[in-house]
């Protein structure tokens, strides 16, 4: 993107946030970022702070201004990134689905998944906090958060050198800060937590429903912002009730958009579903003003396609490339197929869990084939996940024409979701999105 005005300044400031990539070029402020499974992409902002990207990584970067200082706010949807920030007097926060951490100065890694977000400090100290309370870690120590109603965890010893050095390979040690460099004792106790794009394994029949639920609580908030604003109102208002139902009312759980709506939401919010959900609580659209609810507007990517639409953008989008025939600069695609899966494998579980319970709208005789139907698809998207895991790894030595048909392999399993979403919206109102 070079030859861009790709700075953007603070209100009230004229220093301009700059972010750079390795090689010298410009990235425009709030844009996603992405990194491929076999990718490791270093980023520069304002010249001195420094982001390394570990591969299937999703970030955005924004100006910050707290008390008059300038500084920026790292959005980390999913993924690992280890960061090394000069010691300027401005604020940067890495902010995740479950908490942030705030910094001064210092290096350090986060990694995120749906379930939770581990920092590990190497240098310096980092407060780490969520909605439940805050801990200083600092170098040598490591934390986690996970879920946004969990304080973080204590801080434990952990080999902060060993855990970060995915970001530093051989050759490249000018890249790691004096402390990094120094002598530090392997300690047994290594932290570890699960990739975020581990094989997905899940069988619906085997799911426990309250355990599930509690699981996926910070995955549904970030995707379904508004529904979780009006439960707060709702509870507000002596009504008790959890996001699954909220969804199931709002019918919001069955809508799909392609690619996503921005970093780490795959929809945008559609008041509809606020209003749906009001109005199955004898509430209305001057009850939700009264309560002062301002739904959360989505910004990033425009022109979604939507319903059926979304399905054939999907299947066309991976036909595209696999025409090219090539495993050379691979594009955002497979890291969309799996954003989109994932949202799908969740939303289709939520509701086949929902339907289950009878937690619905559904008739009878239309509830055994729904049901059917719905496991039929999770399995699919399950196969699609782990595939555009294994093509992405395996690409870059893989014959290209041999690349481009898993790739139409691919392809028509999307195309036969869309098949399988068109049967589920034969079967009434409740599933029409």
């Known amino acids: 993107m070079s030859g861009q005005d790709c700075s953007a300044s603070l209100p009230g400031r004229s220093t301009p946030l700059v972010v750079e990539s390795a090689d010298g070029g410009r990235i425009l402020p709030e844009s996603i970022v992405h990194t491929s499974l076999r990718e490791v992409k270093r980023l520069v902002l304002n010249g001195r702070h420094e982001i390394v990207m570990n591969g299937w990584t999703s970030l955005a ?229 009264q309560q002062s609810f301002s739904p959360i507007q989505a910004t990033g990517r425009a022109r979604q396609a939507t319903g059926a639409d979304a399905f054939e953008r999907w299947a066309d989008s991976v036909a595209a490339y696999a025409s090219t025939c090539s495993t050379k600069d691979e594009p955002s695609v497979l890291l969309d197929t799996v954003n989109a899966s994932l949202y799908l494998i969740n939303t289709r579980t939520l509701a086949l869990l929902e339907i289950r319970r009878e937690r619905d709208t559904i008739s009878p005789q239309d509830r055994n084939e729904v049901l059917g139907l719905l496991v039929d698809e999770i399995h699919i998207l399950k196969k699609c996940v782990n595939w555009s895991q294994e093509m992405s790894l395996r690409g870059s030595g893989a014959d290209s024409c041999e690349y481009s048909d898993k790739l139409q392999n691919l392809t028509g399993k999307i195309r036969k979701v869309g098949e399988l979403e068109k049967k589920l919206r034969s079967h009434g109102k409740p599933i029409s999105q």
Not at 83 to 105: L, N
Not at 169 to 182: I, L, N, S, T, Y
Not at 245 to 265: D, N
């Open 61 to 289: 970067i924004h100006p910050l201004a707290e008390r008059d200082r300038a500084g920026c706010r790292v959005d980390l949807a999913l993924g690992e990134i280890c960061v090394h920030v000069a010691h300027d007097g401005g604020p940067f926060v890495v902010q995740t689905s479950h908490g942030r951490a705030v910094i001064t100065g210092t290096t350090f890694g986060v990694k995120t998944s749906e379930t939770r977000t581990t920092l590990v400090v190497a240098e310096g100290s980092v407060r780490f906090e969520s909605e439940a309370g805050a801990v200083r870690v600092i170098a040598g120590q490591s934390s986690e958060i996970v879920t946004s109603r969990a304080a973080p965890s204590p801080p434990i010893l952990c080999d902060s050198v060993a855990l970060t050095a995915w970001a530093f390979p051989a050759g490249q040690e000018e890249h790691v800060p004096e402390r990094m460099r120094a002598d530090a004792p392997l300690l047994d106790d290594v932290l570890t937590t699960p990739s975020p794009w581990a094989e997905v394994r899940i069988d619906p029949d085997r799911i426990d429903y309250i355990r599930w639920i509690e699981e996926k609580r910070d995955w549904f908030r970030q995707q379904f912002p508004s529904i979780f604003e009006l439960k707060k109102a709702l509870n507000r208002d002596g009504i008790e009730v959890d996001y699954p139902e909220l969804l199931m009312h709002s019918q919001g759980i069955w809508r799909f958009a392609y690619p996503q709506a921005e970093l780490g939401r795959q929809i945008a919010p559609d008041p509809n579903d606020l209003l749906r959900v009001a109005a199955h609580y004898d509430r209305d659209e001057s009850w939700l003003r």
